[in-house]
C-alpha cells in the first residue's frame, strides 16, 4: 500500500475518536487510537486495535471477516471525520464536524468491498491503515476509493479495498421537498 505522508500527522484526539465511536456498543468498540496523515488532498491512517472478545460470536481464535468490516468502518469513519476538522480533503471540505457525525452512518454506503486474509491474525493485539487513494465529489455524492491493511507483528496478515459512497439523503428530501 502505497502511503502518502505528511509532515504534521495529527493525532486522532480522544474526544473526536469518542465521538465517533460513539455509535457502537462499547464491547464493539475495537479501535483505541490513530493518527491520520494527509497531503496533496488525500490522507490515510493508522489504528491500534483490541478485540478482547468479540461483540457477535464466540472465540474463532483469529480476525475473522465481520472483525476486519468492523474495524475498517471505525478506521474509515475516523480518517473522514479528522479529514473533516483539517480539511486534507477537499472532497469532504463542505462538511462541518456536526454535519459528518450526523450523515456519518446514514450516508456512508459501501459501494464495493473486497477483503483478503493472507495470514490468521490475532485479534487481541494488532494494527490497522486505511488509506484514500482517491476522492471525488460528484455533484449529488462523494466517492473515496480507499485501501486497507490489518497486520499483527507477527506475520498475521488481512488486507482489502472498499469504495464508499456518501451520499445526501437530507438534502435529496429537501429537493424533493420544494418541487
Known amino acids: 500500500m502505497e502511503l502518502v505522508r505528511s509532515a504534521d500527522p495529527a493525532r ?31 490522507a490515510w491512517a493508522e489504528g491500534e486495535f483490541a478485540i478482547p472478545e468479540s461483540c457477535y460470536i464466540d472465540d474463532t481464535g483469529h480476525f475473522n471477516s465481520v472483525e476486519f468490516n468492523l474495524c475498517y468502518n471505525q478506521l ?16 469532504l471540505n463542505s462538511m462541518s464536524l456536526d ?26 493485539a494488532f494494527r ?14 462523494a466517492v473515496l476509493e480507499t485501501v486497507v491493511a490489518f497486520e499483527d507483528g507477527r506475520g498475521g496478515h488481512a488486507q482489502g479495498r472498499v469504495d464508499l459512497a456518501i451520499v445526501d439523503r437530507a438534502g435529496d428530501e429537501r429537493a424533493a421537498a420544494g418541487s
Open 12 to 42: 486522532v484526539e480522544s474526544a473526536l475518536l469518542s465521538r465517533v465511536l460513539a455509535p457502537y456498543r462499547p464491547n464493539c468498540r475495537y479501535l483505541r487510537a490513530a493518527t491520520v496523515h494527509g497531503r496533496d488532498g488525500l
Open 99 to 124: 454535519d459528518y457525525l450526523r450523515r456519518q452512518l446514514p450516508d456512508v454506503l459501501i459501494h464495493e468491498f473486497r477483503s483478503v486474509f493472507r495470514k490468521p491474525l490475532d485479534p487481541r
Open 76 to 91: 474509515v469513519y475516523v480518517l473522514m471525520a479528522q479529514c473533516v476538522v483539517s480539511r486534507y480533503v477537499p472532497a
Open 128 to 141: 490497522g491503515t486505511v488509506a484514500i487513494e482517491r476522492a471525488v465529489d460528484k455533484r449529488r455524492f
